[in-house]
């Protein structure tokens, strides 16, 4: 095997694993490091580029091609080696050179042809290089985040929008088979556009909502995660069922399906603990920078506090200090009212302390 051969054949075997790592979805989606890396690698040979965007072609041409596994590629590969030739950049296409070359003795057929080749005109790879480019980095996905006391709307590529809560940061990912949006941390309202051919998944910890057309909120809790359904319906299960739930298991089991109205909290292993309605609750008053409170632990309402201000943040200490349950309505802009209110209970302590406060039971 001659070192020209070598080289393409490694940097195509290369191409096929950066293929692999990038289409990794859900939890084990690529890291930063990785897609810097990708694009490191992208940019040190134009035939780096041209491997990458053969792999690609080849994938969007074929798909859904032989999907039960029929067909013998390895036989086909072994029957077509020998009427295969390459055309040359800048060559043109000649019907009769091309059939006589089929007549070329085998010793001649084996040093010109070594494996099936696609070769792109300079022109046209050129251009695929920097459309390669930009759709790996909007692939790779975008990152949207708020400071302590911020709101913001973000719209995304399908039309779709996001509302992120203060302190609240979201990992957007789109591929052609699925829309997916990690809540790393805080709260968000999700408005969905239906699309049939891709389904919705935000994955909070443990826990995964796939929505169908509908607007809904996830609220990530130090004790767990809260999904409110304002219209439409959702289901929620666990992580480890990933993108391989079967269509007919999704149609069947309404274990998990929350609709307009209704909202759940799910533990830290994303079973849900409790349904209740939300029409007393407003899932989405934060917008109006105000916090409902109804049967939450402690430890949820002050981390909830502190996502809104940055001079006073509320430590809640101990696991009986940390469970104990509340209800009201308050200002999120004003921390001291919850303080205040928990100073009536007997069976705590408030110590304040420069920049924040610690409760803890007596």
Avoid: C
Avoid at 113 to 121: C, K, L, M, N, P
Avoid at 297 to 312: G, Q, S, T
Avoid at 329 to 352: C, K, N, T
Wanted: cysteine-free.
């Amino acid at each position: 095997m001659n070192k020209h051969y070598e080289d393409e054949l490694r940097i195509a075997e290369r191409a096929a694993e950066w293929h692999g790592v990038l289409g990794r979805t859900g939890p084990h989606r690529p890291r930063e490091q990785e897609y810097a890396e990708f694009m490191a690698w992208l940019t040190e040979s134009p035939k780096h580029i041209r491997e990458f965007l053969l792999l690609q072609a080849w994938e969007i041409e074929t798909q859904g091609v032989d999907s039960q596994r029929e067909i013998s590629v390895d036989e086909i590969v072994r029957k077509l080696s020998a009427n295969v030739v390459s055309l040359k950049q800048g060559e043109r296409h000649d019907p009769k050179t091309t059939a006589a070359s089929l007549d070329l003795p085998s010793s001649s057929r084996e040093n010109r042809v070594t494996r099936i080749r696609w070769r792109w005109v300079a022109g046209l790879a050129a251009a695929l290089a920097v459309a390669a480019v930009l759709s790996w980095q909007l692939y790779q996905g975008r990152t949207y985040s708020t400071a302590i006391g911020e709101l913001r709307t973000v719209e995304l590529a399908d039309g779709s929008k996001i509302e992120l809560n203060t302190a609240s940061q979201v990992h957007v990912n789109f591929t052609n088979q699925l829309r997916e949006v990690q809540l790393v941390q805080g709260e968000a309202l999700f408005k969905v556009q239906h699309d049939t051919h891709r389904p919705f998944r935000v994955y909070a910890g443990a826990s995964v909502i796939q929505a169908v057309g509908t607007q809904f909120t996830v609220d990530r809790r130090p004790l767990g995660t809260i999904v409110a359904v304002i219209e439409g319906k959702v289901r929620v299960y666990t992580s480890p069922l990933e993108h391989s739930l079967p269509t007919s298991v999704v149609a069947e089991d309404t274990r998990g399906i929350l609709i307009a109205g209704e909202q759940a909290r799910l533990d830290p292993r994303g079973q849900i603990q409790k349904r209740e309605p939300i029409a007393d609750t407003n899932a989405t008053v934060w917008r109006q920078r105000r916090l409902v409170f109804r049967d939450d632990a402690l430890a949820d309402i002050a981390a909830e506090f502190n996502r809104y201000n940055r001079k006073l943040q509320i430590v809640v200490e101990g696991e009986t200090a940390r469970n104990k349950r509340y209800g009201g309505i308050f200002d999120a802009d004003d921390p001291e009212s919850i303080v205040r209110f928990i100073v009536q209970d007997g069976d705590l302590s408030v110590i304040r302390e420069k920049g924040r406060t610690v409760i803890r039971s007596r």
